[in-house]
């Protein structure tokens, strides 16, 4: 079997390839060895193996050196392979380092132009996500993976470092769909003497500048709509409610009205069924599949947002937005709470209530983050997004598995 006949073969799907060897020689030069049937030694070619499955259904990233220039080619193989579960347990790395390893140095150097200060840390913090426990051998303890990197990101607010974000990895115990995946990267940044307005200009600046880096052009392709980030509109989200499904929160003046409503409507009522709730409820079912350009949905519920800053003239209000492209939720933000008794009563209710309806949770209320509060958090913007479904959108993935390395995946034997 020659070598060309092998690189045919490998590209065609063929699964008479049983089996891929390699080494590296004294000269620095990488050898590859792949067999048929029965090894052959006219299939050695120069090159260097990523992944090796010694099946008949095999998934190999080979970067083939060729001897003339040193210059690096990739050449995918799928051998024998069908199935998007098996594509992503068996990814194709060279592929998908090169895409997101260029869109993270974009993240970056936009930031970075943006004169934001970084300052990476590496904390345990607990927020209202479901965790994963694990257990501290040495200390004898029970820790979590972390579910956010806020809290202590807004310590450092409180210690005097006007601008930080970090690049973290998070962990949450719930579901896995095409847009979640249980272990994601997020990008978290803060900055004193700002508010959320700053925040979304910050954000509507950070998505052209990508757009233009990755894509060349502010109108960018995604499965199958152009998604122009020239353009970002901006409603509360009682004005989304009323403008896409004609009920008026102002209506309602009980929490009673809203379940009415509610039930009227056919939209789920929340486990605390208040106005504030309810309001978000709507806008889940009748709103969020709606919004395919990049929109600013502002002014949440204070029920539904504990680290956020009261509004002014509305107290029922925080100062909070989510941003939202393709009918999917791609980042959130608001002014930081500053006002420690307000914080800790908001963190007791919550807790409160998680108890009330799972007696047996793990919650608890921060209170060295309230301590740290009362030493003076200056008025702060903050912002939260993923990185990974940014990176699905620049480069018009359909699933976080075409843009992880390794996502979680079923065993095989399932």
Known sequence: MAVTDFIAAIELGSTHITGIAGKKNADGSIQILAYANTPSSDCIKKGAIFNLDKTTQVLVSIIQKLEEDLQASIKKVYVGIGGQSIRSTRNNVTKQLGEETKISQALIESLMESNREISLIDQEIVASARPFYTHHNSLNMDMVLRIETELYLKRLIVGGMDRVYEVGRIFRNEGMDPKHNPEFTTIELYQAFTDFHGMMDLVEELYKRLALKICGSLVIPYQGKQIDMSHWERLTMVEAVKKYSGVDFNDWKSDEDAIAAAKEHHVELPEVPTKGAILAEFFDAFVEDKLIQPTFIYDYPVEISPLAKRKPDDPAFTERFEYFIDCTEYGNAFSELNDPIDQKGRFERQVAERKAIEPDCKAQVDYDYVNALEYGLPPT????????????????????????????MRPESN
């Open 381 to 408: 913007g903050g912002l939260g997004f993923g990185v990974d479904r940014l990176v699905m959108l620049l480069t018009d993935s359909a699933s976080i598995r075409d843009v992880l390395l390794f996502p979680t």
